[in-house]
């Protein structure tokens, strides 16, 4: 159930009526705020984030979420090769030396996949070119390890079972054909795929996924080609990022980095390449975000226990600010000021916050770090214990008030400033990105993740 308005600011963090103000900008746009587990805000016009409709790209999270849970249940690997699971024969345009983590990652057609030889990134829109593959993959493990899929005779039927009837998402559908784009669903249940990302594959106290995989997710696969896509999911980048739509936020927003390099499972590189302008990290906290054309939107926002979902979020309605309400960043940029005026640590000062924050220097309701071995590849990642945010998951996004945590005290200190004007692009224009926020605010040193030599 919705958190009641008048609790909204004690439970979500949420001013209610900074909220209202959001609602006016939009009005056209559906949208859900799901914080510490809890739907606290469903926006838009009336019914417009309950009733079903066609998804279209988001379908690709999902792809890349039932590849992790099928893996999880049997002997598939994201290292395997993928002739490992599909005839050299019925590959059409893969590279035969290419890996499940290559299709994930829209990479696998190169005709070189060694590091830095790739080319330019594309995208796989219909599906037809790599990524459909792995609906046959799956269903081949299904069909070949039948004791790990009790119940269940094809990855549709895998999908009904394990996501939208486990989770709750009575408004979802996708008949199994193609990962491409052939979902249909609804803001309020593509909120709770949010929530599986964020809670590192924990749902009711459960791992449906191995953390190490959704890590994978939710971090970049090859920056050498593309900084910005991990496995079938987008992640917030500075530069050289490609996107099928919509831009990198520089704004407001952290970016999606590895706390080393080189890095699991197939990345040569020791740098980001791009993909933060900084060289400390204090917080793995990079914003993951999946996208549909016409603006359907999943964002996660790990450091502030947030998910964002929208639904034709594509137009902008500020004439002075064109870029400001697009793509991932609309809903977020409506909403910011509702949470920061009641942040106990910037009380109201937006500016500040964004400073920090995007820095990953800032991250209060970070209840479900990385463990350790999450990064790494040698070693299988532990299944999460299961305590802490990711308990009850369902129950506390309909019911249940998690307990916010302490505000992040360990942002003092100093950081370098950021480079002016990344260059990245967005699909089909390749342009520039101008306009990293200036300035220094000396927040959040100590702990770092990693410092690039």
């Not at 975000?289 to 500020?318: E, K, N, P």
């Not at 309400?325 to 109201?348: C, M, N, Q, Y």
Request: aromatic fraction near 8%; proline fraction near 8%; hydrophobic fraction near 40%.
């Amino acid at each position: 159930m919705p958190v009641p308005r008048e609790e909204v600011a004690e439970r979500c963090g949420l001013d209610p009526d900074l909220m209202d103000q959001a609602d006016a900008i939009l009005s056209a746009t559906p949208y859900t705020v799901v914080r510490y587990g809890q739907l606290c805000w469903s926006g838009g016009y009336p019914t417009g984030t309950t009733t079903t409709h066609q998804v279209w790209s988001i379908t690709k999270t999902l792809g890349g979420l039932l590849v992790g849970m099928v893996a999880a249940r049997s002997s598939l690997d994201d290292t395997d090769p993928i002739t490992d699971w599909v005839d050299e024969d019925d590959l059409g345009a893969i590279n035969p030396e290419a890996t499940v983590a290559h299709v994930l990652a829209m990479t696998a057609t190169e005709e070189d996949l060694s590091h830095g030889a790739k080319g330019p990134w594309s995208y796989d829109l219909a599906g037809d070119r790599e990524i459909d593959v792995l609906v046959g993959v799956m269903n081949r493990v299904i069909e070949e390890e039948p004791d790990a899929f009790p119940g269940v005779s094809n990855i549709a039927e895998f999908a009904q079972v394990e996501v939208f009837d486990r989770m709750g998402m009575a408004g979802s559908n996708w008949p199994g054909q193609s990962i491409a784009g052939t979902m249909v669903s609804t803001s309020e249940d593509l909120a709770r795929l949010g929530l599986l990302l964020l809670r590192r594959g924990m749902w009711d106290g459960e791992a449906l996924l191995d953390e190490r995989y959704v890590y994978r997710m939710t971090h970049p696969a090859f920056e050498d080609t593309n900084t910005g896509y991990g496995y079938l999911t987008y992640v917030n980048a500075a530069e050289d990022w490609t996107y099928s739509t919509g831009t990198a936020d520089l704004t407001c927003s952290p970016y999606a980095t590895w706390p080393s390099y080189p890095h699991a499972p197939f990345f040569e590189e020791p740098d980001a390449g791009g993909g933060t302008p900084f060289d400390e990290v204090v917080h793995d906290i990079g914003m993951a975000f999946a996208a549909g054309a016409g603006g359907q939107r999943i964002s996660v926002h790990r450091g502030l226990d947030l998910v964002i979902t929208a639904r034709d979020g594509v137009v902008s309605t500020d004439p002075d600010d064109p870029g400001f309400f697009e793509g991932h960043k609309s809903i977020w940029a409506a909403i910011r000021p509702a949470l920061v005026a009641l942040d106990p640590t910037f009380d109201g000062d937006e500016d500040a916050f964004c400073e920090a924050y995007r820095r990953s220097a800032y991250a209060p309701d970070l209840l479900d770090p990385w463990s350790a071995s999450a990064s790494q590849g040698a070693v299988p990642a532990p299944v999460p214990d299961g305590t802490g945010a990711g308990d009850s998951v369902e129950e506390a996004l309909d019911d249940d008030t998690p307990e916010a945590a302490e505000p992040d005290a360990s942002t003092t200190g100093e950081q370098d400033t950021a480079p002016p004007g990344p260059t990245s692009t967005p699909l089909p224009v390749t342009g520039g990105v101008g306009g990293l926020l200036a300035g220094l605010l000396g927040l959040a040193a100590a702990g770092a993740l990693r410092r690039r030599a």
